[in-house]
């Protein structure tokens, strides 16, 4: 996604989304929940308080699926998982 389609969900400017990412502008509490609920994350992950998406929403959002899609996305995941616990063996 770039940042004029991001400006357009979010009923924004394009400019106003590259003052935000290059830190000339913040967002207002508004912008930042809009923004959480668009990237289905935590406001605490977008304002970098948690490293660590929210949980309970993912899994929501997953649930809210069709059958097969939730199948292939749960294999993604544990695919992923799988790997990263590989990376880290291997970095040590």
């Known amino acids: ?19 935000y990412e290059n830190g000339i502008k913040e967002p207002n509490m508004q912008m930042i929940v809009n923004m959480s609920e668009f990237f289905n994350v935590s406001t605490d992950f977008l304002l970098a308080v948690s490293s660590v998406p929210d949980e309970k929403k993912t899994l929501n959002v997953i649930n809210r699926l069709p059958e097969n899609e939730r199948k292939k996305v749960t294999k993604d995941i544990e695919m992923y998982a799988e790997f990263l616990v590989l990376k880290t063996l291997y970095d040590r």
């Open 1 to 19: 996604m770039n940042q004029k389609e991001l400006a357009e969900v979010l009923n924004i400017s394009q400019s106003a989304i590259a003052n």
